[in-house]
């Protein structure tokens, strides 16, 4: 069988006789745009992080050298702003004096901004009636500036919302930066429609021992995870928490709105599940594989050695899967589709042995009758080294591996 060089929309004739999709990949937007778009992100967050948190910490921290003065309460009154869902905030109106000079100021708190809950304030409020004579603290810089609480407040804690846009900002500048240089990279398969099936071979990936890579770190995952769970939960915490204060308040509860946010509420748990589940997986044991040859000819022979971190750490079974798949892109106007299939899955190790699972080796076969791996433009055929680690009492691990599965020779002819 002499197949001729794969290009661009082409799959070698040991595959099946169309590939699944026939659509062009659409192209990805130029990496300018991106870094802009999550620059918007990135800067948003950073603006509210500083106004809701930094400005006000950093000003109660000053406050505690201001001097302290007698002041007397002239107004006080919770202040409200908004018809369909108003906000409220602390309104106190007091007089105080520093070196025989009178002042006034309204600022009760260093995060006197406006908010849901109205009970709260009044009880603040109540506190203070006209004539009240109270301490309140002054900075002898600015007389002008007074504050009655210099305390640090929970409220500052929203700081926190903003940050969730700041990480999604941060993390796709990194994320758009990192695939840049991946893909410029030259390590890895590349499509090249000279080469036999359209892919040239990693340089140090030939007949010795290839020390093989996770597609994704246990790390990475986390941080991805982290990130989705922080954008999700903290959107859905705002209208949960503030269906929680009308509740606590005895205003009229939409139950509806309550209804309509279960899902989304066990969406969000389910994320913090997958975050903290995450977290305990890099506490697992790291596999290391090393692949003889580094590149699997069809129809040939390899061997693979692993060793765990850690002397296997409690694993009770150990996996590894020679995998390969399918990957295809499709548009559709301006809807994009990736599918995937599974089309192979070959056993090569599958051990609850003591003495194995900590390290050993295993033969790799590779059928005569399987495409090899293959890239175009809008199809690829992907091998890959699944590891599974079961551990007793905590959370498993999955790692994939890639491995390069090239066509075999036969009198110098691909087979």
């Not at 099946?16 to 192209?27: D, F």
């Not at 129809?299 to 765990?308: H, K, T």
Request: aromatic share 10%.
């Amino acid at each position: 069988m002499n197949p001729r060089p794969a290009g661009e929309g082409t799959i070698p004739r040991t595959m099946a006789a169309q590939p699944i999709s026939s659509r062009p990949r659409p192209a990805g937007p130029a990496i300018g745009c991106l870094v802009a778009f999550f620059s918007v992100f990135a800067l948003f967050g950073a603006l509210g992080f500083w106004a809701t948190t930094v400005r006000p910490v950093l000003a109660m921290v000053r406050a505690l050298s201001w001097r302290e003065a007698s002041c007397v309460v002239l107004t006080s009154q919770v202040a409200e702003s908004g018809s369909s869902r108003p906000t409220y905030r602390v309104d106190v109106l007091y007089a105080y004096s520093v070196d025989g000079r009178s002042y006034q100021s309204n600022r009760y708190r260093f995060d006197d901004w406006s908010s849901s809950g109205r009970q709260a304030k009044a009880e603040i409020v109540a506190r203070f009636p006209p004539g009240t004579r109270t301490a309140c603290w002054v900075d002898p810089a600015d007389p002008k500036r007074a504050v009655i609480d210099r305390s640090f407040s929970p409220a500052f804690l929203l700081g926190l919302f903003p940050l969730l846009f700041f990480a999604i900002g941060a993390g796709g500048i990194g994320w758009t930066l990192h695939n840049a240089r991946k893909k410029d990279s030259p390590a890895g398969l590349r499509v090249d429609p000279a080469a036999a099936f359209g892919v040239s071979p990693p340089a140090d990936s030939g007949a010795g021992p290839l020390e093989l890579r996770p597609i994704a770190t246990p790390l990475g995952k986390l941080v991805a995870v982290t990130l989705i769970t922080l954008f999700w939960d903290g959107i859905v915490s705002v209208f949960v928490v503030n269906l929680y204060r009308s509740w606590r308040e005895g205003t009229h509860t939409d139950g509806c709105v309550a209804l309509f946010l279960v899902p989304f509420a066990l969406i969000g748990l389910l994320l913090i599940y997958a975050t903290v589940r995450q977290l305990l997986i890099l506490f697992n044991p790291r596999v290391h594989l090393i692949l003889t040859p580094g590149t699997l000819p069809v129809g040939g022979i390899g061997s693979l050695e692993w060793r765990l971190s850690g002397r296997g750490g409690g694993v009770r079974r150990l996996r590894i899967v020679l995998e390969g798949r399918e990957e295809a892109w499709y548009q559709s106007g301006k809807n994009h589709q990736t599918v995937r299939n599974v089309f192979s899955s070959i056993a090569v190790v599958d051990t609850t042995s003591e003495a194995e699972i900590p390290a050993g080796s295993a033969r790799v076969d590779v059928p005569a009758d399987i495409p090899p791996s293959f890239k175009a433009t809008h199809n690829k055929i992907v091998w890959s080294l699944k590891v599974t680690c079961e551990i007793t009492g905590w959370p498993d691990s999955d790692d994939d591996y890639e491995v390069l599965v090239r066509p075999g020779r036969t009198d110098g002819a691909w087979t």
